[in-house]
């Protein structure tokens, strides 16, 4: 034994999969399943893109620019990755259900583009069927409003205004970069669209043969009725320019863009502006290309309809090219239109709408909150990267090069693997996040419960033997160029709330409630025995790595004891960041909201146990450990203040600290420097943390509170107190008593769970309240009471920031309600369909 052990290299455990059942193989996610979910609006860091679920996969992507403006090129003002600093007054997608449809209303400036996602699957079509893109490009009111005033002063002049264009460019790639090729057809590199060409065609290894078409669209969208539905004149005579390249690897699809920059650079310089902005260049044109772009200049408004058909050479394509273009195309999206209107007015009905919130506009934000979430659900493949704990053997893995100077040999890469899950911000961090999953999920899981169980049986085979998952998943080169290097790294002993408990226990429920043998509970099942293994070992990880010194209590691992430059050492595993602990760092703290987490954790595993079938000691376990966790006994012993009647962290904790300037020693001669250090004017103490917000409501959100005791009553009444976290917009994280309340962490490290609402905690606190409202007791009535009262804050806030700003947002102030951070951010916030509809 011992020399086989020598044989076998050496794997750190921290990057070593867990040997269980694969999730995702599981039989309800084969072939069909696959074969309806292969395309998408994957591609979650882009205005519009679609991909395949595939490793290598087929893309298409989707940039604009306005080719009559010279600002174009020295503004770099091509729009393709969801960006901020485009400042877009509003994109967002207003319908998708999550597998066939979608609708994506992009507002820039003068020009408002609507791209509608439509996928069909009928007879004769290929491996993941066939699908259309609809772009309709016309002016917004303003820039209506430009293009009259232009008109009437050329009029004046007696000649003709110019009418505005917009360029589209579609491209398309297949990522076997080695060895594929596409056609490109017609070969001349421009002509005029006319009745539409066959742009590109090939064959890809997933898919089998497939051709791309791009036809003018109708020209009245938005109606289904055929005599309205002639061909869009100005896409017809529309110009088309072609481009094809043979890229190397996904790096040079990274750097498409400035590609496509230097290319309207150069043909401006050398064609001049007057044409208008070319991007066809035949320097950089390819032979045997694997990536071809399209750009297509017309005059607005005008309407494009992108089609993909499998099988072109099987004898129902054309039929099927023609189902999916022109005006059948637009029958097809008003019925799939109207059953996403059907369907969401089941799943979501919005009851109670509160008295000051406009019945119409809450409607139409719960839909594109929701379908935001769906519309931002990405695929993404590759790698994390992990740092290794202090001490580990170096490793690098058979085949790689050496070392670099200067590389820690303890930053490793964790497996390959695939992740299929919604990203919280299209525009500033496209990609999966763990907790915020298990919220993103509660939605999921009412929309299209195999879909959710889809995105989180992909988190649960990211788990590893030793039961961590990577908190921030930065996956593929895509995802990576979109990350500051001191983000990138994965800690294999840092937490992040086991959040996907929520819509697990959700799953559990509902196949407990529903009929036995009913397909969807059979699958339930299924699922939740593959799933149970993997969360044994999961809430094993939380309860050994995160134990506090004391047994009995937890503590979030990973927190910086040495800094000196944090007013408050953050605490990033917990998800609340910056959210103030102890002051300093140690191994006797204990925190209220993983303590709150583990109990929900124990209970969600006993009834997940009991429906997967788990054997019934195990069961009981876990249902002695939630009894205990979550007593009131043992709360009041560990986080409990009898004094203030608040729940709070415990640790060695001084309120007397401050951020000073000090001059820092440089050499002789050299400019004087300065820098903000943290001072403790009194020394640190063992002792309960005296700040409240969020971290102590987690006992109430988390249900722990006997209906009847005391301090129910307690945290309802300090809950809805003004100086504290009630505020007319939504309970703030923090409340404005506490030192640390706004306060910056770092000169540039602004407060961020300081005050701001979030949407998350407060949905846990409505989730909470309408539980002990609807519970007898004495305090039955104040929750009902709290419950009504903040549902119509958040509600009113939500709804009238989204109508006046065109996003959701990350966060709201809580002094004003104004939104804040980045957006749109359409994850958690997307709750606000939950609240809307009463659905916890
Ligand atoms: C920043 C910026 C171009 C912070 O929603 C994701 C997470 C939450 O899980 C967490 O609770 N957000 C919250 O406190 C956003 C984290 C973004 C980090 C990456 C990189 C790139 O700038």
Redesign the pocket.
Same mark, same amino acid.
Request: overall charge negative.
């Given at each position: 034994y011992a020399s086989y052990k020598a044989l076998v290299p050496y794997v750190p455990p921290e990057i070593t999969p867990l040997k269980a059942p694969r999730m995702k193989e599981l039989q309800e996610f084969g072939s069909s399943y696959q074969n309806n979910m292969l395309w998408g609006s994957y591609r979650s860091g882009l205005y519009f893109g679609m991909r395949t679920r595939t490793a290598r996969p087929l893309l298409l992507g989707m940039m604009w620019f306005d080719p009559t403006d010279a600002a174009t090129v020295h503004q770099e003002a091509i729009r393709h990755e969801a960006q901020q600093g485009d400042k877009l007054s509003s994109y967002g997608w207003v319908r998708h259900d999550g597998r066939s449809y979608g609708r994506q209303e992009i507002a820039d400036g003068d020009f408002q583009l609507t791209v509608q996602m439509v996928k069909h699957r009928s007879e004769g079509s290929g491996y993941g069927g066939d699908w259309a893109v609809r772009v309709s490009v016309a002016l917004t009111a303003a820039g209506r409003a430009k293009q009259d005033a232009a008109k009437a002063a050329a009029e004046a002049e007696g000649r003709k205004a110019a009418k505005r264009k917009l360029s589209l460019v579609f491209y398309f790639a297949d990522a076997h970069w080695r060895s594929s090729e596409l056609e490109m057809w017609p070969e001349q590199q421009q002509s005029k669209l006319g009745e539409g060409v066959q742009l590109l065609s090939g064959d890809n290894e997933d898919v089998g043969p497939w051709a791309l078409h791009l036809r003018p669209g109708p020209s009245q969208t938005g109606s289904s009725s055929s005599s309205s539905s002639s061909m869009s004149k100005s896409a017809a005579s529309s110009k088309l320019q072609f481009l094809g390249m043979r890229l190397q690897d996904g790096q040079q699809l990274v750097q498409l863009k400035q590609l496509m920059l230097q290319a309207l650079v150069q043909n401006a310089q050398r064609l001049g502006f007057e044409n208008g902005l070319k991007l066809w260049l035949p320097d950089i044109a390819q032979p045997r290309p694997n990536l071809a772009a399209f750009q297509v200049t017309a005059a607005v408004p005008s309407c494009f309809d992108l089609v993909f058909v499998t099988q072109p050479e099987g004898n129902s394509a054309a039929q099927r090219l023609a189902a999916l273009s022109g005006a059948s195309l637009s029958r097809l999206a008003a019925e799939r239109e109207s059953l996403f209107d059907e369907r969401f007015a089941l799943t979501f009905p919005i009851s109670n709408t509160p008295e000051d919130t406009d019945a119409a506009a809450l409607q139409e934000v719960s839909k594109a909150a929701l379908s935001n979430l769906l519309g931002s659900m990405g695929f993404f493949v590759g790698a994390s990267k992990v740092k290794l704990p202090p001490g580990s053997k170096p490793y690098s893995p058979p085949g790689s090069p050496p070392p670099q100077p200067g590389q820690d040999p303890l930053v490793v890469d964790y497996w390959r693997e695939a992740l299929f899950t919604a990203t919280?911000s299209r525009s +500033? +961090?496209p990609r999966g +996040?763990l @907790?915020?999953e298990g919220f993103h999920q509660l939605l999921v899981q009412r929309w299209d419960p195999q879909l959710s169980r889809d995105a989180i049986a992909h988190w649960l085979d990211l788990m590893n033997c030793q039961g961590w998952i990577p908190r921030e998943q930065i996956l593929g080169k895509e995802a990576r160029t979109?990350?500051?290097a001191e983000?990138m790294l994965q800690h294999p002993s840092h937490a992040n709330p086991p959040s996907l408990y929520l819509p697990l226990l959700a799953h559990a429920l509902s196949a407990a409630a529903a009929e036995p043998d009913h397909p969807e509970v059979l699958a339930t099942q299924a699922f939740l025995k593959r799933a149970w293994p993997r969360l044994e070992v999961w809430y094993n990880w939380f309860n050994t790595s995160q134990a506090g010194q004391q047994l009995g209590t937890y503590m979030w691992k990973g927190r910086d004891a040495a800094s000196q430059t944090e007013l408050n050492p953050k605490t990033l595993m917990s !998800?609340?960041?910056d959210y103030p602990r102890a002051s300093h760092p140690s191994p006797e703290e204990r925190h209220v909201d993983l303590h709150a987490w583990m109990a929900l954790a124990s209970s969600a595993m006993a009834e997940i146990g009991r429906v997967a079938g788990a054997p019934a000691k195990a069961v009981a376990k876990y249902a002695a450990a939630a009894e205990a966790i979550g007593s009131m006994q043992r709360l009041r012993e560990l986080h409990y203040d009898a004094a203030s009647g608040q729940f709070r962290d415990y640790g060695l904790h001084s309120e007397a600290v401050e951020m000073v300037w000090r001059n820092v020693p440089v050499p002789e001669g050299a400019a004087p420097k300065r820098e903000l250090v943290r001072q403790v004017n009194e020394p640190p103490q063992l002792q309960l943390v005296p700040c409240f917000g969020y971290v102590s409501l987690f006992p109430l959100m988390m249900q722990l509170l006997p209906p009847e005791s005391r301090e129910l009553g307690q945290q309802l009444q300090l809950l809805r107190q003004e100086q504290l976290l009630w505020t007319s917009h939504g309970l703030r994280s923090l409340a404005p008593t506490s030192s640390i309340y706004k306060k910056y962490n770092t000169e540039h490290d602004a407060p961020? @769970?300081r005050g701001q609402i979030w949407i998350n905690l407060n949905y846990l606190t409505l989730r909470a309240l309408k539980h002990y409202s609807s519970t007898a007791g004495p305090h039955q009535e104040a929750a009902a009471q709290a419950y009504a009262d903040l549902r119509a804050n958040l509600l009113r806030n939500l709804a009238g920031q989204y109508h006046s700003t065109g996003y959701l947002w990350e966060q709201y102030d809580d002094t004003d309600g104004r939104p804040k951070g980045s957006h749109p951010f359409t !994850?958690w916030t997307a709750l606000l369909t939950l609240i809307a509809s009463e659905a916890f």
């Open positions: 919280p +500033f +961090f +996040f @907790w915020d979109r990350v500051p983000f !998800g609340l960041d961020y @769970w !994850g």
